[in-house]
């Protein structure tokens, strides 16, 4: 029961730096956008909600992240730093988690675009997961170990399927409070 728990609490706790650049672009987002405004079959091939400064703002934020996480860690558990592993090992893995995340965000604002669908139109499962996808689409090729012992190994599975569950609860928590709060224009 401890191991399942523990397993559920690592998977959550790891997929933090992925989970923070997408709040962070909509906080530090704005200006020149990443298509630099142009189009592709009549519709712009990303949008104005894609910026340089989201994209940049967002991933490090998401590093920086990690790395106070790993420093919290620290004196409970030196040597794992609580599913990280070590710090400079853990170093690749905290962009890939973060600039992943959002390469999975303008992938799927690509998507929308071809889609015809207009900046901030809502496209369920794309909206929710697009992040979880580029994120693990760079970690399970370029950090396999890491990730086969996190979220396959032991009770990892049950994190995998928690952190899944959890993932479109959060989304729409954390996108409500942003809207009230006057950060994003869409409540989704
Ligand atoms: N943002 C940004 N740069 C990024 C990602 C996000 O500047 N790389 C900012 C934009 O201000 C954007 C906001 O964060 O409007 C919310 O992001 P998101 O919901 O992903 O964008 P949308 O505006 O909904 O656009 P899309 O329809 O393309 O998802
Ligand atoms: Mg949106």
Redesign the pocket.
């Known amino acids: 029961m401890n191991d399942i728990v523990s397993a559920i609490l690592t998977a959550v706790w790891v997929f933090i730096p992925a989970m923070v650049p997408?709040s962070a672009?909509?906080l530090f987002?704005?200006g020149t956008p990443?298509d630099l405004g142009r189009t592709w079959n009549g519709h712009r091939i990303?949008?104005d909600?894609?910026?340089w400064?989201?994209?940049f703002g967002?991933g490090l934020s998401g590093v920086v992240i990690g790395m106070v996480q790993m420093a919290v860690s620290l004196p409970f558990d030196p040597q794992g730093l609580w599913g990280f592993g070590s710090f400079f090992g853990a170093l690749p893995l905290l962009f890939l988690l973060s600039f992943g995340a959002?390469m999975g965000?303008?992938l799927?604002?690509l998507i929308?675009r071809r889609l015809g669908?207009?900046?901030?139109?809502r496209a369920p499962i794309l909206?929710q997961y697009d992040f979880v996808i580029g994120a693990f689409l760079l970690v399970i090729p370029l950090q396999w170990g890491w990730f086969k012992s996190v979220y396959l190994g032991g009770y990892g599975v049950y994190g995998l399927l928690f952190l899944l569950a959890l993932i479109p609860v959060l989304h729409r928590s954390v996108n409500i409070a942003g809207y009230k709060l006057g950060i994003?224009?869409?409540p989704w």
Request: charged content about 35%; overall charge positive; cysteine-free.
């Open positions: 997408n672009a909509a987002g704005g990443i990303l949008g909600g894609k910026t400064r989201g994209l967002g959002l965000d303008i799927g604002s929308k669908l207009k900046r901030g139109a909206d994003k224009k869409e």
